[in-house]
Nanobody, 123 residues
Framework: QVQLVESGGGLVQAGGSLRLSCAASGRTFSSYAMGWFRQAPEKEREFVTAISRSGSSTSYADSVKGRFTISRDNAKNTVYLQMNSLKPEDTAVYYC????????????????WGQGTQVTVSS
């Protein structure tokens, strides 16, 4: 079992940056691949990025590649999402998710979810 709590969301102007954090409970954080997903109003939840258990492997959606960076600190039970050059289309609720063993790009493959944090990018 793992519980996830996101933080760091807020309002930012286009071109700005935000760093999201996801703090995990428990002693088995390093056993989980971690992912970030986002969901805009009336749209499907979409994959943003994911990272392997050790942090050695990452994957990014084409829409954020080159702008977003995922990282993790297993000693702190925390995963991060650094978001640069933000665009209005990045506006969404961002969710942290944990998956046993290996990461996946499909939301329904993940085992645990945080409550989400709102990111709003103004024009």
């Amino acid at each position: 079992q793992v519980q996830l709590v996101e933080s760091g969301g807020g309002l930012v102007q286009a071109g700005g940056s935000l760093r999201l954090s996801c703090a995990a409970s428990g002693r088995t954080f390093s056993s989980y691949a971690m992912g970030w997903f986002r969901q805009a109003p009336e749209k499907e939840r979409e994959f943003v990025t994911a990272i392997s258990r050790s942090g050695s492997s990452t994957s990014y959606a084409d829409s954020v590649k080159g702008r977003f960076t995922i990282s993790r600190d297993n000693a702190k039970n925390t995963v991060y999402l650094q978001m640069n050059s933000l665009k209005p289309e990045d506006t969404a609720v961002y969710y942290c998710a944990a998956k046993i063993t290996f990461w996946h790009t499909l939301a329904n493959e993940y085992d645990y979810w945080g409550q989400g944090t709102q990111v709003t990018v103004s024009s």
